[in-house]
């Protein structure tokens, strides 16, 4: 079936760094991709949808200036949490479709130090 | 987009079946129903997608009554690897590409014991 890869899947990073989350659709092209964001314990927030060719939609309350979206090619997305802080850690996931059905990668633990 | 409604948690025994009842009265006509299991730092995997009336797969039943203001989950004879997180969405037509983003809600904590 449809594969989304993510990488890494577990960064350390000092504060005031900025961190690159790449994710992959390994089978199929995706013109949207959507960046989750999940605290522990809780549930998936939506961030953004990534559209290739173009600019990110993001979500309420979601900066964008922080969160930076790249759909640079239709198999790439990338997510950069630029200057991060402490409570920027979290579990970062994103999804493409693909007939029909939502796709997930594996996630990418983030923390900040 | 249509919010839902689940219960927070879930408990079971090995061997028996457990059915997970999702609300969301507001759902819209072009809406689908799909269900995702998460373990544990891992991001959301498929479980089952439906319309309406029901949807069965080698893994889940999904229940859907007429007025489609809720739907029910079912997965028979669970095992201690069925232990998850289970998400209810409504939202995104089932067979289109494009921005259908869905949102999650709270999701249903199931924890199955021996």
């Known amino acids: 079936g449809a594969v989304v890869s993510q990488h890494p899947s577990r960064v350390i990073c000092k504060s005031g760094t900025s961190v690159k989350i790449e994710c992959r659709s390994l089978?199929?092209?995706?013109?949207?991709m959507f960046w989750y964001r999940q605290f522990p314990k809780q549930s998936l927030m939506l961030m953004a949808t990534?559209?290739?060719?173009?600019?990110?939609?993001?979500e309420q309350g979601v900066e964008k200036d922080k969160f930076l979206i790249n759909h640079a090619s239709l198999t790439l997305s990338t997510l950069t949490v630029t200057s991060a802080h402490p409570e920027d850690s979290s579990f970062y996931i994103c999804?493409?479709?693909?007939?029909?059905?939502?796709?997930f990668g594996e996630g990418s633990r983030l923390t900040v130090l | 987009l249509a919010k839902t409604t689940q219960p927070i948690s879930m408990d079971s025994y090995e061997g028996q079946e457990v059915n997970i009842t999702c609300s969301h009265n507001?759902?819209?006509?072009?809406?689908?129903i799909t269900w995702y299991q998460q373990f544990p730092s891992q991001g959301p995997r498929f479980i089952i997608q439906?319309?309406?009336t029901k949807v069965t797969n080698e893994v889940a039943s999904l229940f859907i009554p007429a007025d489609r203001k809720s739907s029910t989950l079912s997965l028979p004879r669970v095992s201690l690897s069925d232990t998850a997180v289970y998400y209810c969405?409504?939202?995104?037509?089932?067979?289109?590409?494009?921005?259908?983003?869905?949102?999650f809600g709270t999701g249903t904590q199931l924890k199955v014991e021996l």
């Open positions: 507001n759902i819209a006509t072009n809406d689908y």
């Open positions: 089978d199929f092209q995706a013109t949207t």
């Open positions: 999804s493409a479709r693909h007939t029909g059905e939502l796709f």
């Open positions: 439906g319309y309406k």
């Open positions: 969405l409504v939202g995104g037509a089932g067979t289109t590409g494009g921005g259908n983003k869905l949102t």
């Open positions: 990534s559209n290739e060719g173009s600019k990110a939609t993001y």
